[in-house]
């Protein structure tokens, strides 16, 4: 099984769990440092980015190569899709939008960095100083949002 990334959860207390963005496998979830896991649904789905949004229930987002963003409030027994009109797209990058709790930021590969707010119902373009709309990865650091392309990089900082 390839992996494409794997992702801490930072709401754990004294277990951590790790979750694993696959390629063509969907996601897992491993309770015990990686000895065994458990997959948590989208199986078939290239998984990009993950994101765990704090609240209870909780949130899991999980960006995808050609199918968009899919929410689960159910620990991934269920999973939605919440792409609005940006349906059949990659997903490339999705995490917490600082200084903004109630949004995530998500990459959408050859479209930029848009603000994902209302569960998903809105996606409104955040593009201005980026060099190019081909995003691939999103990061945040010291309060700022860093847009990640293929030999370049951008920081937005509110």
Same mark, same amino acid.
């Given at each position: 099984?390839?992996?494409?990334?794997? !992702?801490?959860?930072?709401?754990?207390?004294?277990?951590?769990?790790?979750?694993?963005?696959? !390629?063509?496998?969907?996601? !897992?979830?491993?309770?015990?440092?990686?000895?065994?896991?458990?997959?948590?649904?989208?199986?078939?789905?290239?998984?990009?980015?993950?994101?765990?949004?704090?609240?209870?229930?909780?949130?899991?987002?999980?960006?995808?190569?050609?199918?968009?963003?899919?929410?689960?409030?159910?620990?991934?027994?269920?999973?939605?899709?919440?792409?609005?009109?940006?349906?059949?797209?990659?997903?490339?990058?999705?995490?917490?939008?600082?200084?903004?709790?109630?949004?995530?930021?998500?990459?959408? !590969?050859?479209?930029?960095?848009?603000?994902?707010?209302?569960?998903?119902?809105?996606?409104?373009?955040?593009?201005?100083?980026?060099?190019?709309?081909?995003?691939?990865?999103?990061?945040?650091?010291?309060?700022?949002?860093?847009?990640?392309?293929?030999?370049?990089?951008?920081?937005?900082?509110?």
């Amino acid at each position: 099984m390839e992996v494409f990334r794997v !992702y801490l959860d930072p709401f754990g207390r004294l277990q951590k769990r790790v979750f694993s963005c696959t !390629y063509g496998n969907g996601l !897992y979830s491993s309770d015990d440092f990686a000895s065994s896991w458990v997959p948590r649904g989208l199986a078939g789905q290239r998984i990009y980015d993950f994101v765990i949004a704090d609240g209870n229930p909780q949130r899991w987002y999980a960006a995808t190569e050609n199918n968009g963003l899919f929410r689960s409030s159910s620990y991934g027994s269920n999973w939605n899709s919440i792409m609005a009109d940006l349906r059949l797209t990659a997903i490339t990058g999705l995490t917490e939008l600082p200084g903004d709790p109630e949004a995530l930021a998500g990459a959408v !590969y050859g479209q930029g960095v848009f603000r994902v707010s209302d569960s998903g119902v809105n996606w409104d373009p955040m593009n201005e100083g980026l060099t190019s709309l081909d995003v691939v990865s999103l990061t945040v650091a010291d309060e700022k949002l860093y847009a990640i392309g293929r030999g370049w990089m951008s920081v937005w900082n509110g």
